[in-house]
Every structure is written in structure tokens, then in C-alpha cells.
Nanobody, 121 residues
Framework: QVQLVESGGGLVQAGGSLRLSCAAS????????IGWYRQAPGKQRELVAV???????NYVDSVKGRFTISRDNAQNTVYLQMNSLKPEDTAVYYC???????????????WGQGTQVTVSS
């Protein structure tokens, strides 16, 4: 089972950028898919971006053109580069990982502890 640790969250003004990291251990990193989810107060957790073990990516419409997910298999890390941030991007961001892409898409893989992103207007 994969263990995940997120980092890189913080407070940023609208229009600014942050890069989140999801470091993995406990599994052969190159074989797992990783998804970034977020949960705002009072809202359900939503899938923001996902990257397969082969490097294919997909994004929710609200972040297309602003967020980029990437992976560095040598560093066992997946990144989420977030540009042009908006107050509505404020949430706790979590990564979810599994050998099965379907498990990641359904949020049934392993979870990290989350990292807070706050975007001020």
C-alpha cells in the first residue's frame, strides 16, 4: 500500500501561484496513479487533476488552463502547479494514490493528510 505526504500549501493572493507536492513511499512509484482532490468547507471532496502511471493527465473544467499535474518518478513525487489562483480554489488539497487508476478516480486509494491552500481576494 502506498503512503502519501502532501506539502506546499499556504496563503496566497488571488492571481498568485503555488506548487503542491505529493511524495509517495511503500510502492513502486512508477506503477501508481495519483489524483489531487480538494475539499472546501461545507463542500464535498472533488477530484481536481489526475495523472496515470503512463503520464496521461485529466483535469476538472474549473482548473483547466490554470493547474498542471506532473510526476517525477526519480523523486517519487507528483506535483500540482497552480497558477492564476482564485478565492474559490481555497480548500484542503489531498492526494490519492493506487495501482488502479479507477480506484484513484473513485477516491478509494490511499490518502495523504492534506495541505491547506488559502487564496485571498
Amino acid at each position: 500500500q502506498v503512503q502519501l505526504v502532501e506539502s506546499g500549501g499556504g496563503l496566497v493572493q488571488a492571481g498568485g501561484s503555488l506548487r503542491l507536492s505529493c511524495a509517495a513511499s511503500g510502492s513502486t512509484f512508477s506503477t501508481i496513479a495519483i489524483g489531487w482532490y480538494r475539499q472546501a468547507p461545507g463542500k464535498q471532496r472533488e477530484l481536481v487533476a489526475v495523472i496515470s502511471n503512463a503520464g496521461s493527465t485529466n483535469y476538472v473544467d474549473s482548473v483547466k488552463g490554470r493547474f498542471t499535474i506532473s510526476r517525477d518518478n526519480a523523486q517519487n513525487t507528483v506535483y500540482l502547479q497552480m497558477n492564476s489562483l482564485k478565492p474559490e480554489d481555497t480548500a484542503v488539497y489531498y492526494c490519492n494514490g493506487d495501482l488502479s487508476l479507477s480506484a484513484v478516480l473513485h477516491g478509494t486509494g490511499s490518502w495523504g493528510q492534506g495541505t491547506q491552500v488559502t487564496v485571498s481576494s
